[in-house]
């Protein structure tokens, strides 16, 4: 059984920062990619950012580049974005997604490619 729990969303004005963190409880938990998503009730759920587990190789929607980085913890089983220069169109409920195949260019941001989701963390930028 796989469980992820996403934590550290909250409110902050815009410019601010926050860190997002999901862990991953499962023993096997080595054995999956993690990805961040967002989702508004006005929108599809979004690819914000994916890594592969050792960290080699990220992917980042545009409209993040060079503000949000994600990454893996030391022990594998917890995934983070740090999140800068925030916006208001920032705000969002935010996913932590995890699925065993690894991501590449073409799939990363697909909701389908990920098996297990979180509960989701909000966010909200004003």
């Known amino acids: 059984h796989v469980q992820l729990v996403e934590s550290g969303g909250g409110s902050v004005q815009a410019g601010g920062s926050l860190r997002l963190s999901c862990t991953i409880s499962s023993f096997t938990y080595r054995n999956y990619y993690m990805t961040w998503f967002r989702q508004t009730p006005e929108k599809e759920r979004e690819g914000v950012a994916a890594?592969?587990?050792?960290?080699?190789?990220?992917y980042y929607a545009d409209s993040v580049k060079g503000r949000f980085t994600i990454s893996r913890g030391d022990t594998g089983n917890t995934l983070y974005l740090q999140m800068n220069s925030l916006k208001p169109e920032d705000t969002s409920m935010y996913y932590c997604?995890?699925?065993?195949?690894?991501?590449?260019?073409?799939?990363?941001?697909?909701?389908?490619?990920?098996?297990?989701w979180g509960q989701g963390t909000q966010v909200t930028v004003s």
């Open positions: 997604a995890a699925g065993p195949n690894p991501p590449s260019s073409d799939d990363w941001y697909i909701p389908q490619h990920y098996d297990y």
């Open positions: 890594t592969t587990i050792g960290g080699g190789r990220s």
